[in-house]
């Protein structure tokens, strides 16, 4: 059970906008920021989003990181072939004194 | 460019213990936090275990705490973890991760490709 929540599966067609949600509480999302990691399987992750909304050189802009409140969402325009990930969601938790991550969302491109 | 190297994993029986390595490279080691983070088959990331530049500070998830241990060598630009009593919910492939800063607050910039811990008899 992870602490963040989001949707096991999430698809689009190339070209197409896809969101993906991320849900957590006060003591993580609503508190600190939050960053998204791209997993090919078999593969690192790899560091997509971070401060809520900014991306590391060298990630296209057609990845677009949000927050508002305790959710905080991952969205991808102009999808292509290659997007075709796992994609997580992350926040410090004040709480558990840790790092939350979020179960991850399989993003298909058919 | 950074560079991440974990060695160190493999098959080990329940209750037995193992070190795992992080070799890296092209950055200034002692300058970042690091940590470990699991994933077990099929599932999504653990966080682990971080620890401070200077290695002065470190911090355990509860389900390793009092198990396994962090700890590094900027002399050598390692990064280790020492696990014990290893359970069968141990088996995950474990990555080396760098942070961003010099505090485990901080985000992830890094990881390394992983490396097979699996607790089975």
């Known amino acids: 059970q992870s602490v963040l929540t989001q949707p096991p599966s999430a698809s689009g067609t190339p070209g197409q906008r896809v969101t993906i949600s991320c849900s957590g509480s006060r003591s993580n999302i609503g508190s600190n920021y939050v960053n998204w990691y791209q997993q090919v399987p078999g593969t690192a992750p790899k560091l997509l989003i971070y401060?809520?909304?900014r991306r590391p050189s060298g990630v296209p802009d057609r990845f677009t990181g949000s927050k508002s409140g305790t959710s905080a969402s991952l969205a991808i325009s102009g999808l292509r072939s290659e997007d075709e990930a796992d994609y997580y969601c992350?926040?410090?938790?004040?709480?558990?004194?840790?790092?939350?991550f979020g179960g991850g969302t399989k993003l298909t491109v058919l | 460019e950074v560079q991440l190297l974990e060695s160190g994993g493999g098959l080990v029986q329940p209750g037995g213990s193992l070190r795992l390595s992080c070799a890296a490279s092209?950055?200034?080691?002692?300058?970042?936090?690091m940590s470990w983070v699991r994933q077990a088959p099929g599932k999504g990331l653990e966080w682990v275990s971080p620890?401070?530049?200077?290695?002065?500070?470190?911090s355990y998830a509860d389900a390793v705490k009092g198990r396994f241990t962090i700890s590094r060598d900027n002399s050598k630009s390692m990064l280790y973890l020492r696990m014990n009593s290893l359970r069968a919910e141990d088996t995950a492939v474990y990555y080396c991760a760098k942070h961003a800063h010099d505090f485990w607050t901080g985000y992830y910039d890094y990881w390394g490709q992983g490396t097979l811990v699996t607790v089975s008899s």
């Open positions: 620890i401070s530049g200077s290695g002065g500070s470190t």
């Open positions: 992350a926040a410090w938790d004040d709480s558990l004194s840790g790092w939350a």
């Open positions: 401060g809520n909304n």
């Open positions: 092209g950055f200034t080691f002692s300058n970042y936090a």
